[in-house]
Nanobody, 115 residues
Framework: VQLQASGGGLVQAGGSLSLSCVSSRSIRSIMSMGWYRQGPGKQRELVAVVSSSGMPNYADSVKGRFTISRDGAKNTVYLQMTSLKTEDTAVYYC??????????WGQGTQVTVSS
């Protein structure tokens, strides 16, 4: 499975950004997909994931601000980010679990939130 992430960029605090992740495999066959992020000097952390049934799960820090969704026809998972904070600044990575032991990562995309 190959994942191609896009989106991100520079935005002021309070603004919005959207990320997209296109899978080379039909996402209907993928167990779960989502986004992780790694801020400066921090460990990589879960942001949001969505299961094959469409059930989302969010980190507490982004609940109510971020929305993850999936489009099976386009093999794409989206992350809509609103009310962005400076602490959301990080490299965001698309992730997929395509089997019990198989995980794939996309290239990172930078999100920078300025004050």
């Amino acid at each position: 499975v190959q994942l191609q992430a896009s989106g991100g960029g520079l935005v002021q605090a309070g603004g919005s950004l959207s990320l997209s992740c296109v899978s080379s495999r039909s996402i209907r066959s993928i167990m779960s997909m989502g986004w992780y992020r790694q801020g400066p000097g921090k460990q990589r952390e879960l942001v949001a994931v969505v299961s094959s049934s469409g059930m989302p799960n969010y980190a507490d820090s982004v609940k109510g601000r971020f929305t993850i969704s999936r489009d099976g026809a386009k093999n794409t998972v989206y992350l809509q980010m609103t009310s962005l904070k400076t602490e959301d600044t990080a490299v965001y990575y698309c992730w997929a679990r395509y089997s019990i032991s198989g995980n794939a990562w996309g290239q990172g995309t930078q999100v920078t939130v300025s004050s």
